[in-house]
């Protein structure tokens, strides 16, 4: 098969898997327990999520309005027509992934469930080996040097 035709990911993997990391995270503290919970005290962590909940929502409405405006695919399981290097694209390679973490972490932020910390680490993990390398894979075959090109100056995550 043509490389140029390739999709990057047969089922987009990365909202299923925040999406269970999510799940996984409520039930663990429901069930499990084990890791300690926040305090709920005040107003400090309450305020930090709702801050990164906004960034994180602002950073994948930003991200999404970006590859809309530049004719290209949104979501993973599609082929890239143009290769995204403006926008949220500028500072990560990945912002709505980014995003989606960002996301997890505030809601344990604003629940004080710590499984939720845990989860956005292991889901990121796993979106970095499940759909992240073969987005890359994907985006080489496509635009070649001009993608190694931006890899080089602009980091996966943060």
């Not at 997890?104 to 629940?111: M, S, V």
């Not at 910390?117 to 390398?133: E, G, L, S, Y």
């Amino acid at each position: 098969m043509n490389a140029y035709r390739l999709k990057p990911l047969k089922y987009p993997w990365p909202p299923l898997l925040y999406g269970v990391a999510i799940v996984a995270a409520l039930l663990l503290d429901r069930y499990v327990g084990l890791l300690p919970s926040l305090p709920r005290e005040g107003y400090l962590l309450w305020t930090l999520g709702g801050v990164l909940a906004l960034i994180a929502l602002t950073l994948d409405i930003w991200a999404v309005k970006t590859l809309l405006e530049c004719h290209t695919a949104v979501l993973p399981n599609r082929c890239a027509q143009r290769l995204v290097t403006n926008g949220p694209f500028r500072f990560t390679r990945n912002p709505i992934y980014l995003g989606y973490t960002l996301m997890t972490i505030a809601f344990g932020l604003l629940t004080g469930n710590s499984w939720f910390f845990v989860a956005a680490v292991t889901a990121a993990v796993v979106t970095t080996v499940v759909a992240i390398r073969c987005e890359e894979m994907h985006l080489l075959a496509r635009f070649g040097i001009e993608f190694e090109r931006y890899c080089q100056r602009t980091r996966r995550w943060i």
